[in-house]
């Protein structure tokens, strides 16, 4: 089971972005999808989080720029990025919690990673 990022790249303060992830492989669900990112030196930190039911949560420094949407079917999970800051530069990575099904196990509760994407906001 895979998480794919894209979308990252460079952007000027203000401007927009959107991250995208897709969810790939076989005999898994997801629960909970989000984005988290992270800088050099500091801990991996929450962005946004959806449940399987829609609702969200957002760190305070997304509120009111960024939104995060899925869809179910296709298990895809977006983040639609605005009024960029300098301090919005991080790795962004997907993220979703759920179960999958290998070699006769089956997992659950189980946290699944994207490899990450680069923003970079230039002031």
């Known amino acids: 089971v895979q998480l794919v990022e894209s979308g990252g790249g460079l952007v000027q303060a203000g401007g927009s972005l959107r991250l995208s992830c897709v969810g790939s492989g076989s005999s898994y669900a997801f629960d909970a999808m989000g984005w988290y990112r992270q800088t050099p030196g500091k801990e991996r930190e929450l962005v946004a989080r959806i449940n399987t039911d829609g609702l969200t949560t957002y760190a305070h420094s997304a509120e009111g720029r960024f939104t995060i949407s899925r869809d179910r079917v296709k298990n895809t999970v977006s983040l639609q990025m605005s009024s960029l800051k300098p301090e919005d530069t991080a790795v962004y990575y997907c993220?979703?919690?759920?179960?999958?099904?290998?070699?006769?196990?089956?997992?659950?509760?189980?946290?699944?990673w994207g490899q990450g994407t680069q923003v970079t906001v230039s002031s």
């Open positions: 993220y979703a919690d759920g179960a999958y099904y290998s070699g006769g196990y089956f997992y659950r509760n189980y946290d699944f």
